[in-house]
């Protein structure tokens, strides 16, 4: 018999709860429901669920301060939903240790695309991921290689630093200063400038069409997203 | 880096209020006619010939043709004429200058005095104002008219010009000498290329000696080395190269209100350039400045400005005598050098007194003391007016003295069976004394003649006659007497002191009960009516008060009641505001206003200007009011900061709670509103699985489309409330338009969009959201009117001096006229049958973001083919320079 994973959902609108359940359980998850922070870190510690979506607007605290609440108390992998369009509150939860965001209104797919995504990662550890490819290109985070249709492609040393951040996780956000700090080891301050020019260079080696990048997505004011999957198959968006 | 090795912060202060300011080039000569402006347009013309934008301001030619010849090449701008008592005067038109604005400008004879009625007495004050401006300025000045060196030129020469410019102005300036030898110069004279030919032979015999000029061409060299010397050290201390200046010599000239204290205040500052020394100019306040005269009071007045243009800094200090105050000063300004005028006190007064060099010598052992001696023609002028000084009072108080020798005589005849002869005279001293300490030093000496006199007539024998038998007592006459006059002399000076100790008290209460009025005012109007009132009952003159405001300065209170000023006033007021300094009546600018205007102002800006202005029209100050006026005005400009501060702050407060109020308010509606929107909309998804239930994709893409209004709604709220953040960062258009394409996919459907996007297009520095939210209101626009299936385009195009990203489809396109109405608020396109779904909201907020970002959007219709194309417009200024990726590596 499947073991089947277990999200759980921290929000205090009941109507939002019951649709994220539908479609969790539909997608054969099992799921877990808090209405409040105090419920939240309860069942989180009770019931260790793989997964946790949390609405950063709940009424009893903010949600900014239990991001770090929910990584210490667990090791599960957190999802922040929020209806605040501020990217950076978005930042500071992704640097204060969440693993990816959604921003109300959602799509359900586009949700239980971020789900399967963190599972993933959540199988893999993280840099685990020896290989994947996202249409005809494949990159080898052991052999350090990346081809295109076959062909081997060129990539200076940072290069492809930013093509590996962006694949130990794929799928998921990566926060420029989550990049650059890896990149830039020794840089005090961050240039946002040279990431750009950096990417801009790759997706010109790796894209079809850079004009309309399907590789390596862009999260406005906030970072990058690898579009690719271990196994090779489809890009998580679109 | 150590201590010594930092910039001094003074030079480098000094360094920034250079930028952005014009540089001054002075061309110096040590006499007429050695061909300072023919230099001067020579230099000129070979700036324009390297393309620099040159004007000429003013160049006299004298009608020399070589002259006249060169001013020909250049552009001039015309003189504007003044009526001066019949005559036209052609002054340099300044106000034309500064419209024209030229790069460089050429301005002969910098000492020029203007006509009454200019702008400025003088014509290197409008060069200052030119300089301000951010023009360059080329001038010409011979050594005779600098300021320092006026006593010295006309101690060989006899001749002493009154057009002088101040040290402190030329140290601004480049200087390059114009040289000839004096025996070229002489034949150029009698070749009458000097002057016009029939003022020269005058003028040769007067100045034109061989001696003369020699000497004046040292002057002149001189000076232009210690301009190079001064502009050397002045980069050493701003680079802090390791240079060796002396430090530590501080100089003091004692001034008085004699004449010849302009040329102490002249010495000094030789001594302060030579030695590289701040200097101070001090003037000992004793009792003896009670009985000054007006004509004393601007004496002193002026040699003190006189000192403060040459840069020297200005004090005035109390003190019980000049010794004492000058020893103190000396000890607490830690002077090395004192620079005093040799005393013009008769020998018999510094026998009593000791001279005030030999006490000083005494008490200030390790100080350099330099006595100049005193300019005869001047120190006479100076004795003339010190003979008039002590009043003589009115008569009534000779009568009163009269009348009280009477009684003591009456009373002495009575006593005189009683008492000795010799006692009575005693009795004399009563009246002696009595008229000195009330009506002063004269009506004592007065009584005590008066005295001796009615003494010896009626009680020595032989009586009723002034003649006496015994010698003995004349002795008694001359005993009474010298009495009267030691006594009388003593309690004068106390009486004098009372005055002087009244007269402070009754400043000291004035200042006092002016501060008091201002703290009791509540409302920054109350305050400025408080202001006027109370320095108008004061000083007893009418006054103004001024705020600063965009259009100038505003008429706020006045006393008494005045509801606007002439033209040349709110001039004057204007400028007093702008240069923070006094101008008007009783200034050195725009002296024809009858009102004279002070700042108000503390280290951060300027709070406003008070007029001043007499009933009668005279000047509104008498100088002994000046200091108290100064203390009004710094009281004044305290209050008056204090209540801005304190508006400010409330206004601050206010606006604060305002916007924790809007942001609370946004906040919940964006949740509120999202959340039942995320609701339904994942709703109609589910429902979607359901192919029994129709309509559940209207639901879902209304629900959108709801969603995509909210947002617009509280983006527009975010605008009108002035509340929009910004955080710029580095943006690369291919992601900016992937995101924005990829946002609209769904409401794009109908359309292919093309991207055109050069793959070099540099980075720009903007807000991504704000420029996202832009391009998605663009495609959502395009996408509502363009026929469907037609494709949309979205280029992005670097041209000079901008980065151009347009959105343009195949439409309709925009009606005439209505390019710029498509922007505002709730406005759709008339004139099509086509019903548009939307809020009329999308371009109005594309506008107001582009803005606030610092860009520009306009509409027009496509150059090629039909259809709307709207055009974002990136400033040069928000592009980043391109680099290449190996740079980072």
Redesign the interface.
Same mark, same amino acid.
């Given at each position: 018999m499947k073991v089947r994973h277990k999200v759980l959902i921290v929000d205090d609108?009941p109507? *939002?709860r019951r649709? *994220?359940q539908?479609?969790l359980v539909r997608a054969d998850y099992a799921t877990i429901e808090a209405a409040t922070a105090r419920e939240g870190l309860d069942k989180l510690r009770d019931e260790r669920p793989d997964i946790a979506l949390l609405d950063l607007?709940l009424p009893d605290r903010d949600g900014l301060e239990l991001v770090p609440l929910f990584k210490q108390h667990s090791d599960t992998t957190l999802i922040v939903v929020s209806?605040? &369009?501020? /990217?950076?509150e978005k930042v500071a939860a992704l640097d204060l240790g969440a693993d990816d965001y959604l921003t109300?209104?959602? &799509?359900?797919?586009e949700l239980l695309a971020r789900v399967r995504v963190a599972l993933r990662n959540r199988m893999t550890r993280g840099g685990g991921v020896p290989a994947l490819s996202v249409g005809d290109v494949k990159i080898d985070l052991l052999e350090r290689r990346v081809t295109k249709g076959g062909a081997e492609v060129h990539l /200076?040393?940072?290069?492809y630093a930013v093509l590996s951040q962006l694949a130990k996780f794929p799928g998921r956000v990566i926060t420029h200063g989550q990049i650059m700090a890896q990149v830039w080891p020794h840089e005090v301050e961050h240039? @946002?400038?040279?990431l750009? @020019?950096? #990417?801009? /260079?790759l997706?010109?080696k790796l894209e079809d069409d850079?004009?309309?990048?399907r590789i390596i997505g862009?999260e406005?004011?906030i970072g990058y997203r690898l579009h690719a999957s271990p196994d090779g198959g489809a890009p998580a968006? &679109? | 880096m150590t201590e010594s090795d930092r910039p001094s912060p003074q030079a480098l202060l000094r360094q920034a209020a250079q930028e952005g300011r014009g540089r001054l080039k002075v061309f110096l000569g040590a006499a007429p006619g050695v061909g300072k402006t023919w230099e001067m347009l020579t230099e000129g013309r070979e700036r324009r010939e390297s393309g620099i934008d040159v004007v000429v301001g003013v160049v006299e030619t004298h009608g020399r043709r070589e002259t006249e010849a060169l001013v020909h090449g250049h552009e001039i701008v015309p003189r504007h004429e003044v009526a001066h008592k019949g005559h036209t005067l052609a002054e340099m038109d300044i106000d034309a200058l500064l419209e024209r604005r030229p790069q460089l400008a050429l301005v002969d004879e910098l000492a020029h005095t203007n006509a009454p009625g200019s702008r400025h007495p003088k014509r290197y004050q409008d060069v200052e104002e030119l300089l301000d401006a951010g023009i360059d300025v080329y001038s010409t000045i011979n050594i005779q008219h600098v300021e320092s060196l006026n006593d010295v030129v006309a101690s060989f020469t006899r001749v002493r010009v009154r057009e002088t410019v101040p040290d402190s102005f030329l140290e601004q300036a480049e200087i390059e000498v114009v040289d000839i030898p004096p025996d070229e110069l002489i034949e150029r004279l009698k070749d009458g290329k000097v002057y016009i030919p029939q003022e020269a032979t005058r003028a040769l015999n007067h100045f034109f000696s061989k001696t003369n000029l020699t000497a004046l061409r040292e002057l002149a060299l001189r000076r232009a080395a210690q301009a190079v010397d001064a502009q050397m050290l002045e980069h050493v201390r701003a680079n802090a190269l390791a240079g060796s200046f002396a430090v530590g010599e501080r100089i003091i000239v004692a001034v008085s209100e004699h004449a010849h204290a302009a040329g102490l205040v002249r010495a000094g500052k030789r001594l302060a350039d030579a030695l590289r020394a701040p200097w101070t100019a001090v003037h000992i306040e004793t009792q003896r400045d009670q009985a000054f005269s007006d004509a004393d009071r601007r004496q002193l007045a002026d040699t003190l400005a006189l000192a403060s243009r040459l840069g020297a800094a200005t004090s005035s200090i109390p003190a019980a005598d000049v010794v004492d105050g000058l020893t103190r000063f000396a000890g607490d300004a830690r002077a090395t050098q004192i620079v005093l005028g040799k005393s013009t006190r008769s020998w018999w007064f510094e026998l009593r007194h000791g001279s005030v060099v030999d006490r000083l010598v005494r008490t200030l052992g390790d100080v350099a003391i330099h006595v100049m001696p005193s300019d005869p023609e001047e120190g006479k002028a100076a004795v003339r007016r010190q003979r008039v000084r002590t009043p003589w009072g009115a008569p009534l108080d000779y009568v009163l003295s009269s009348l009280m020798v009477a009684a003591m005589t009456v009373l002495g005849r009575l006593l005189l069976e009683v008492i000795d002869l010799s006692n009575i005279s005693l009795l004399y001293l009563v009246p002696v004394m009595f008229a000195a300490a009330t009506f002063g030093l004269r009506a004592g000496l007065f009584a005590g003649l008066a005295s001796s006199l009615a003494y010896n007539f009626f009680f020595l024998p032989p009586t009723g006659t002034l003649t006496v038998s015994n010698p003995e007592n004349v002795i008694s006459i001359l005993v009474l007497l010298g009495v009267a006059i030691v006594t009388s002399q003593f309690a004068a000076r106390v009486k004098m002191q009372a005055d002087l100790a009244g007269s402070s008290a009754r400043q000291n209460a004035a200042l006092a009960s002016f501060s008091r009025q201002l703290t009791a005012s509540a409302t920054h109007a109350e305050l400025t009516q408080a202001i006027c009132a109370e320095v108008a009952r004061l000083l007893n003159v009418r006054t103004v008060l001024l705020l600063p405001s965009p259009a100038g300065p505003v008429l706020q209170a006045a006393f008494p009641p005045e509801d606007r000023l002439e033209q040349i006033e709110q001039a004057a007021a204007q400028w007093a505001m702008d240069n923070e300094q006094p101008a008007g009546r009783g200034s050195t600018t725009l002296t024809a206003s009858d009102w004279l205007f002070h700042p108000l102002r503390t280290t951060r800006r300027v709070l406003g200007v008070l007029g001043l202005a007499r009933e009668d029209a005279g000047d509104p100050l008498r100088s002994d009011q000046v200091p108290l006026l100064m203390s009004l005005l710094d009281q004044a400009s305290i209050a008056l900061d204090r209540m801005v501060l304190e508006e400010e702050n409330m206004r601050a407060q206010a606006l604060g709670e305002r916007d924790r109020l809007r942001s609370a308010l946004l +906040?919940s509606v +964006?949740?509120d509103l999202?959340?039942?929107?995320?609701?339904i !909309? +994942?709703?109609a998804?589910?429902m979607k699985r359901h192919p029994s239930i129709e309509l559940a994709e209207t639901i879902e893409t209304e629900?959108q489309r709801l969603?995509r209004f909210v947002a617009n709604l509280l983006d527009m709220a975010r605008v009108e409330a002035g509340a929009l953040?910004m955080?710029p960062?580095?943006? &690369?258009m291919?992601?900016a #338009?992937?995101?924005a #394409?990829?946002d609209t996919r769904a409401s794009l459907a109908d359309h292919a969009v093309k @991207?055109? *996007?050069p793959?070099d297009i540099p980075?720009v520095r903007l807000?991504?959201?704000l420029l996202?939210h832009c391009l998605i209101n663009l495609l959502d626009n395009a996408g509502r009117y363009a026929d469907p299936g037609t494709p949309i385009l979205i280029r992005c195009r670097r041209i000079p001096g901008a980065l151009l990203l347009a959105v343009a489809d195949e439409g309709p396109g925009i009606p005439p006229g209505q390019e710029r109405r498509v922007f505002e608020t709730f406005t759709r396109l008339e004139g099509s049958d086509r019903v548009r779904h939307g809020t009329g909201l999308g371009l109005a907020i594309v506008k107001a973001f582009t803005e606030a970002m610092g860009l520009s959007v306009e509409a027009a219709n496509r150059e090629e083919g039909q259809g709307a194309c709207f055009t974002i417009r990136i400033p040069e200024s928000l592009i !980043?320079a391109n680099?290449? +990726?190996?740079d980072?590596?």
């Open positions: 609108e109507h *939002i649709l *994220i539908a479609a607007g209806a605040r &369009d501020a /990217t950076e109300k209104p959602f &799509d359900t797919d /200076t040393p940072k290069e240039h @946002v400038e040279y750009r @020019v950096l #990417v801009r /260079t997706r010109q850079p004009q309309q990048p862009n406005l004011g968006r &679109d | +906040s +964006s949740h999202r959340t039942p929107l995320t609701t !909309m +994942s709703a998804q589910a629900a969603n953040p955080k960062e580095a943006t &690369d291919f992601d #338009v992937a995101s #394409v990829h @991207v055109e *996007i793959p980075l807000d991504p959201v996202h !980043m680099f290449e +990726s190996e980072v590596e």
